[in-house]
DNA sequence: GTCTATACACGGATAGAC
DNA sequence: GTCTATCCGTGTATAGAC
């Protein structure tokens, strides 16, 4: 893919990660990206909305791979969900909580307002929550309880992210961990 | 308290919580309230901020009384969380996936670009989880477990809202809500 | 205290030179 | 395909009439 427009898009989701979808400008974007305004239309010819959908799945995809190859990296679940949500913390505190889910503030922001952001917010979590159960039901858990367990993780480590990143605190995201352990260790016990 | 400030107030509150705090203008505001613009000024002479700030703190005060309304109603702590994110979930459903936190999208939009906002949105976590703790001390928590599940709450509640309002489902709520009732069975068989 | 008019900056978007 | 200049709307904020 063309270099500026891999930078482009990666301005794009640490703006928009940052400071929101509304928040952000296009020539903020331009400017971070080192790149002229104009070239954001000649790779976006959809404008704002074009990047914004591009952003988040992109960045949705990377996000995705590299919890993932943490969960991977530890077969045994108790350990996986303990070592995702200590990494979190680190992330955010090493970031001054800046970075947390890159396309969680976006989709707060367009769920009643921009549809076809929406769309791509939902197809975001939708692939999550796939891969998640996929992943679950190769380490002996079934369909139904994989996707609980994999709704619960989610959910859990989205809603510490609000929390966290608004007192500055990594207590959230520990206790949020802590009840996702036990709640994996309650399908585990059968 | 006066007529059009509380007008102001309430529409700052419904287009924060939709469209986000910089997705909302104030005239915007201004029209929705039926309030001249100037009026903004003349009741919040800080302008958006300090509207911003009126709004996070009275709006969070407001939702707490809400849900803990519900919790009271409920002297068992199973049902109580059972009843609140079904309550959560048809409220979603009735509002089209408009209203579910307050002030969860204007938190994740100013965490890191404005501080005095940052603070309030802070400041409304902070009692949540006191007033939480409290509330499951009444009903014979130690005060280590009652903040665990406090906080196993209001972070599965407000992730599970982003997953909801993005993918136009009530699963994630029912699972969320189906995970914490887990952990609060755990805290009460000892 | 209510309301209108306006200032000034920045938003997204476009045209067109190079 | 790169880059600049510009259009027009909207943003926040302010001044001042009533």
Redesign the pocket.
């Known amino acids: 893919m ?1 270099d ?1 427009k891999v930078r482009i898009l990666a301005a794009g989701a640490e703006l928009f990660r940052r400071n929101g979808y509304t928040g ?5 974007i331009a400017s971070t990206a080192r ?5 954001i ?2 790779f976006f010819p959809g ?3 074009e990047l914004g959908d591009a952003v988040i799945r992109s960045s949705g995809e990377s996000y995705a791979d590299l919890v993932f190859s943490i969960v991977d990296g530890h077969p045994d679940i108790i350990e996986a969900i303990e070592v995702a949500f200590t990494m979190a913390a680190d992330s955010l505190v090493a970031t001054d909580y800046a970075d947390a889910c890159p396309i969680a503030t976006i989709a707060l922001e367009v769920a009643s307002t921009n549809e076809v952001l929406r769309v791509a917010t939902a197809d975001v979590f939708t692939d999550w929550i796939e891969r998640g159960t996929r992943n679950f039901q190769t380490k002996g858990l079934h369909e139904a309880e994989a996707r609980q367990l994999t709704l619960t993780l989610i959910t859990s480590l989205e809603g510490a992210f609000v929390l966290a990143r608004a007192m500055r605190s990594t207590e959230p995201l520990l206790a949020a961990g802590r009840a996702v352990r036990t709640a994996a260790r309650s399908m585990l016990e059968w």
Chains 1, 2 share one sequence.
């Open positions: 063309n500026t952000t400008g296009l020539k903020q790149a002229p305004f104009g070239s239309y000649h404008g704002k909305q």
